[in-house]
């Protein structure tokens, strides 16, 4: 089981079927974050971001978030909250 990054309580583990990866929701303060074995090395990091085009006008990116924000992430949020897309 792992903590939340924010507050330290427990957490309870998502497998996103799309990303094929584990994420980790904290009920206590709604944090999700990546499990630590799916986090790359800064250099790896790098070379992927400078592929990307995030932006509205990406059809795929688009595409890509709203998958992970209706499989993912809808089913923990509550009305009029919001998600911040940060980093990649």
């Keep these: 089981m792992k903590l939340c ?6 957490t309870k583990s998502l497998y996103d079927d799309t990303l094929e990866i ?3 929701y904290c009920p206590k ?4 974050f ?4 799916y986090i790359i090395s800064q250099k ?10 995030n932006t509205l006008k990406n059809k795929g990116y688009v595409e890509f978030l709203q998958k992970f924000i209706d499989n993912a992430v809808n089913p923990y949020l509550k009305n009029s909250q919001n998600l911040l ?3 990649c």
């Excluded at 303060?29 to 999700?32: A, G, S, Y």
């Excluded at 790896?44 to 085009?53: G, I, P």
């Design 5 to 10: 990054k924010i507050c330290q309580k427990p």
């Design 22 to 24: 584990v994420f980790h």
């Design 29 to 32: 303060c709604d944090f999700i």
């Design 34 to 37: 990546k499990n630590s074995s």
């Design 44 to 53: 790896a990091e790098k070379k992927q971001y400078k592929k990307h085009n």
């Design 85 to 87: 897309d940060y980093g």
